[in-house]
Each structure stands twice: as structure tokens, then as C-alpha cells.
Nanobody, 127 residues
Framework: QVQLVESGGGLVQTGGSLRLSCAAS????????MGWFRQAPGKEREFVIA????????YYADSVKGRFTISRDNAKNTVYLQMNSLKPEDTADYYC????????????????????WGQGTQVTVSS
């Protein structure tokens, strides 16, 4: 079992930055591919960004390339999402998720691969 808790959401103006954190507990964090997804009101949850268990691979949605970065600190059981140049269309609830790389071929991008999810943190970008 893995418990995930997101933090760092809030209200920011267009062009601003936020850093989200996802703290994990309960299992071997370094075995998990970690991803961020988001869900805007009335829309389906979509892939944003992910990082492999070792941190050596990262995966990005086209909409966030060049603006968002992901990193992880396995010693702290934490994954980070740095969001720069934020746009109103980035407004959504952001969810952290964990895919067990020991049991699943985690591609990083597919929602169905992820075993555990956080409760989400809200990000609002004002125009």
C-alpha cells in the first residue's frame, strides 16, 4: 500500500509559477513510477507528466513541455511538479499517482496503469 498526499496548489496569475509536492508513505517509494494527472471541471482526467522509478526517464504531455518539470527525491519519498508560465487552461485539480514498476510495465502516460492516487490539490490560474 502507498499513501499519497499532494500539497502546493493555489491561486496564481497567468505567467506565474507553482510547485506541487507529493509525499508518499507506506511502501518502497523508489520502486514506483510517479505521475501527475489533472482534471478540469467537466473534463476527463488527463496525463500531465511522469518520472520513472530511478528518475532517469521523464514523460510529458505536449501541452506542458517546456513549462513543467518533474523531479523526485527518493530519500524523502517525495515527487515534485514545478509549473512555470502557467496559463488559465492549466486550471484543474492535480493528482499524484504511483505505478508499481515491479509488477507493471509503467509507460507513465496511461491512467489505468497507476495503482495508487492522492486526493488532489487545486490549481487555479487567473487571466
Amino acid at each position: 500500500q502507498v499513501q499519497l498526499v499532494e500539497s502546493g496548489g493555489g491561486l496564481v496569475q497567468t505567467g506565474g509559477s507553482l510547485r506541487l509536492s507529493c509525499a508518499a508513505s507506506g511502501s518502497t517509494f523508489s520502486s514506483y513510477t510517479m505521475g501527475w494527472f489533472r482534471q478540469a471541471p467537466g473534463k476527463e482526467r488527463e496525463f500531465v507528466i511522469a518520472i520513472g522509478w530511478s528518475g532517469g526517464r521523464t514523460y510529458y504531455a505536449d501541452s506542458v513541455k517546456g513549462r513543467f518539470t518533474i523531479s523526485r527525491d527518493n530519500a524523502k519519498n517525495t515527487v515534485y511538479l514545478q509549473m512555470n508560465s502557467l496559463k488559465p487552461e492549466d486550471t484543474a485539480d492535480y493528482y499524484c499517482a504511483a505505478c508499481n514498476s515491479r509488477t507493471t510495465a509503467c509507460s507513465g502516460r496511461h491512467l489505468g496503469e497507476y495503482d495508487y492516487w492522492g486526493q488532489g490539490t487545486q490549481v487555479t490560474v487567473s487571466s
